[in-house]
């Protein structure tokens, strides 16, 4: 049975930085593209990140370009997203989840998700 597994989330100052954790059980997330997504409440759910299952490539939305980071750590089979100089804007709920192909993220179709972890952002 897959599994993915969200972690890290909290509560954070503005500017104040959290490192998200993906961890995968039943399946190499290696072997898969692993995207982040967020949705804000009464917003529609939005791609915030992902990384190549075929080489290094990291994509990035416009709004977190410059703040977050995305890796890979296969030995954890985990994927983590390193998000700094949080704002008010980023507080959602993140998710992630996998796919076949990069495209997946961009226009949807990604196989596996977890349940999603909150991130408020208050001072």
């Known amino acids: 049975q897959v599994q993915l597994v969200e972690s890290g989330g909290g509560l954070v100052q503005p500017g104040g930085s959290l490192i998200l954790s993906c961890t995968a059980s039943?399946?190499?997330?290696?072997?898969?593209?692993v995207g982040w997504f967020r949705q804000a409440p009464g917003k529609e759910r939005e791609g915030v990140s992902c990384?190549?299952?075929?080489?290094?490539?990291?994509y990035y939305a416009a709004f977190v370009q410059g703040r977050f980071i995305i890796s890979r750590d296969n030995a954890k089979n985990t994927v983590y997203l390193q998000m700094n100089d949080l704002k008010p804007e980023d507080t959602a709920v993140y998710y992630c989840?996998?796919?076949?192909?990069?495209?997946?993220?961009?226009?949807?179709?990604?196989?596996?998700w977890g349940k999603g972890t909150l991130i408020t952002v208050s001072s």
């Open positions: 990384i190549s299952n075929r080489d290094t490539s990291t």
């Open positions: 989840a996998t796919a076949s192909k990069i495209s997946a993220w961009y226009y949807g179709g990604m196989d596996y």
């Open positions: 039943g399946l190499t997330l290696d072997r898969y593209v």
